[in-house]
C-alpha cells in the first residue's frame, strides 16, 4: 500500500497512518496490517513517548513500504534532523510553534515535513499560506491543553473552509467506527487518515485486528 509521495493517486484512495506506536511485537502485527505510515512520538510529556534511547529495533523492522513519521514538539532543530537520520525516518510531523523558517530547514535536510495544526470553528487557515513553500502535507488535529493529539474529534465541516494546495492528514479523535464517514468526506486535499488511541488497548499498544479492519473498509472503494 505503499505510494510514491505525489499529491493524488490513481485509485485515489485515502492513506493510513498509525501513530504512538513503541511495542517491537505490536509493530510487526500492525505492519501486517498494512499502513501506509507509521508514527513514533518524541514528545517527552506523551504516555506514547519512545523514550530517550529507544530500541533501534522498533525502527529496522518496518519494512521498507511503509514510511515511518517523527513527532515532535518544539524539538531543537539540529537535534530534530539528527533522530531523523539516526532512526531513518521519512518525515518529521511538527506539533509545537515550529515557524516557517523552522520548517524550511528541515525540508532542505532531506525530510519531508508535516505541519500539524489544532483546529476550532473560528481558525484562520489563511495563516498557513507562509508554509506552504515548506511542508509536503499539513495534519489538522483537535484543539486540546496537550500537544500531539487529544483522542477527541473537532467538526469536520471546518475543513470545507480549507482552500489551500497543500494535501493533508486527518486526525483527531477517529475510532474504527468512522470508517464509512471518512469515506463520504469529499475534500480535494484530503489525502490520509491519522489513526492511534482509538484503536489502542493501551497507550502505545495498538489492536493489531481493529487496524487492520479498519485499513481494509478504507481502502475498499
Same mark, same amino acid.
Given at each position: 500500500?505503499?505510494?510514491?509521495?505525489?499529491?493524488?493517486?490513481?485509485?485515489?484512495?485515502?492513506?493510513?497512518?498509525v501513530?504512538?506506536?513503541?511495542?517491537?511485537?505490536?509493530?510487526?502485527?500492525?505492519?501486517?496490517?498494512?499502513?501506509?505510515?507509521?508514527g513514533?512520538?518524541?514528545? @517527552?510529556?506523551?504516555? @506514547?513517548?519512545?523514550?530517550?534511547?529507544?530500541?533501534?529495533?522498533?525502527?529496522e523492522?518496518?519494512?521498507?513500504?511503509?514510511?515511518?513519521?517523527?513527532?515532535?514538539?518544539?524539538?531543537?532543530?539540529?537535534?530534530?534532523?539528527?533522530?531523523?537520520?539516526?532512526?531513518?525516518?521519512?518525515?518529521?510531523?511538527l506539533?509545537?510553534?515550529?515557524?516557517?523558517?523552522?520548517?524550511?530547514?528541515?525540508?532542505?535536510?532531506?525530510?519531508?515535513v508535516?505541519?500539524?495544526?489544532?483546529?476550532?470553528e473560528?481558525?484562520?487557515?489563511?495563516?498557513?499560506e507562509?508554509?506552504?513553500?515548506?511542508? @509536503?502535507?499539513?495534519?489538522?488535529?483537535?484543539?486540546?491543553?496537550l500537544?500531539?493529539?487529544?483522542?477527541?474529534?473537532?467538526?469536520?465541516?471546518?475543513?470545507?473552509?480549507?482552500?489551500?494546495?497543500?494535501?493533508?492528514?486527518?486526525?483527531?479523535?477517529?475510532?474504527?467506527?468512522?470508517?464509512?464517514?471518512?469515506?463520504?468526506?469529499?475534500?480535494?486535499?484530503?489525502?490520509?487518515?491519522?489513526i492511534?488511541?482509538?484503536?489502542?488497548?493501551?497507550?502505545?499498544?495498538?489492536?493489531?485486528?481493529?487496524?487492520?479492519?479498519?485499513?481494509?473498509?478504507?481502502?475498499?472503494?
Amino acid at each position: 500500500m505503499s505510494h510514491n509521495s505525489q499529491l493524488t493517486t490513481p485509485d485515489s484512495r485515502l492513506f493510513i497512518k498509525v501513530c504512538g506506536m513503541r511495542d517491537p511485537e505490536n509493530i510487526d502485527l500492525i505492519c501486517k496490517a498494512g499502513p501506509d505510515y507509521l508514527g513514533y512520538i518524541f514528545q @517527552r510529556e506523551s504516555s @506514547r513517548y519512545i523514550g530517550k534511547e529507544p530500541d533501534q529495533s522498533i525502527f529496522e523492522r518496518v519494512p521498507p513500504p511503509i514510511k515511518k513519521v517523527g513527532v515532535f514538539v518544539n524539538e531543537d532543530q539540529e537535534s530534530l534532523i539528527r533522530l531523523c537520520r539516526q532512526y531513518g525516518l521519512f518525515a518529521a510531523q511538527l506539533h509545537g510553534n515550529e515557524t516557517p523558517l523552522y520548517t524550511r530547514a528541515v525540508k532542505d535536510s532531506g525530510l519531508t515535513v508535516i505541519k500539524a495544526f489544532s483546529l476550532y470553528e473560528t481558525f484562520d487557515f489563511s495563516t498557513l499560506e507562509a508554509y506552504i513553500p515548506s511542508v @509536503r502535507y499539513f495534519l489538522f488535529d483537535t484543539r486540546g491543553n496537550l500537544r500531539g493529539g487529544t483522542g477527541i474529534k473537532f467538526d469536520w465541516k471546518i475543513l470545507d473552509r480549507y482552500q489551500l494546495p497543500v494535501p493533508f492528514f486527518l486526525s483527531g479523535g477517529i475510532g474504527p467506527a468512522d470508517a464509512a464517514d471518512l469515506k463520504k468526506l469529499d475534500h480535494p486535499q484530503l489525502f490520509a487518515i491519522d489513526i492511534n488511541s482509538g484503536f489502542e488497548i493501551q497507550p502505545a499498544l495498538k489492536d493489531a485486528g481493529m487496524v487492520k479492519t479498519f485499513i481494509e473498509k478504507m481502502v475498499t472503494w
